[in-house]
């Protein structure tokens, strides 16, 4: 059907989208306790040749969610031109969540975005906001709790203590 400014026929096109809904991005049921806009780095590299990458820009989000009648939390980040996710690190005891530097907050996780074999590996990011309160209240409302029990993030808390390098390194910077 040919364009029509009076509006009053539809195209075929135009019917079939009419109901479509938005692909759902696997954190539509979550609450968010925190959201404001950051850019987000991770330390890379290996001995002296570590240093902190941009992992990209966009809204933070702590959020939590309930998963098998359990209370869990995570941090979230999607690139602000892409919405390609940057971060999905599950909240955990062992996060060592702090501020650094006034507009920072950094804290140790895994990364819940490549293959699964790469699940394992702990990282650390550091999250850079507008201002010093923005990062307080951030890291304000990661909550000190944790209830992801999986075998997961078990491994991962124990390989976190066995290789505590990436402690010092997160500490001398800090």
Not at 1 to 24: C, M, N, R, T, Y
Not at 83 to 89: E, H, M, S, T, W
Not at 122 to 144: G, S, W
Not at 156 to 164: H, M
Request: net charge positive; aromatic share 8%; with cysteine.
């Amino acid at each position: 059907q040919a364009f029509s400014l009076g509006g009053e026929k539809s195209s075929k096109k135009e019917d079939e989208f009419k109901d479509a809904k938005p692909a759902d991005k696997g954190d539509s049921n979550d609450q968010v306790l925190f959201c404001r806009k950051s850019k987000v780095y991770e330390l890379s590299g290996e001995g002296s040749e570590k240093s902190w990458k941009e992992r990209g820009t966009g809204d933070l989000h702590v959020n939590t969610y309930i998963k098998d009648g359990k209370k869990m939390g995570r941090i979230i980040l999607r690139n602000q031109s892409t919405k390609r996710l940057v971060l999905n690190c599950p909240i955990h005891g062992s996060m060592d969540q702090k501020l650094h530097a006034d507009k920072f907050i950094r804290f140790v996780s895994v990364n819940f975005l490549e293959e699964p074999e790469e699940h394992a590996k702990v990282r650390a990011f550091l999250c850079k906001f507008k201002t010093k309160t923005d990062a307080a209240e951030a890291l304000e409302h990661i909550p000190r709790w944790s209830n992801h029990d999986s075998a997961l993030i078990s491994s991962c808390e124990n390989k976190l203590r066995k290789r505590k390098g990436i402690f010092y390194l997160v500490r001398i910077i800090g």
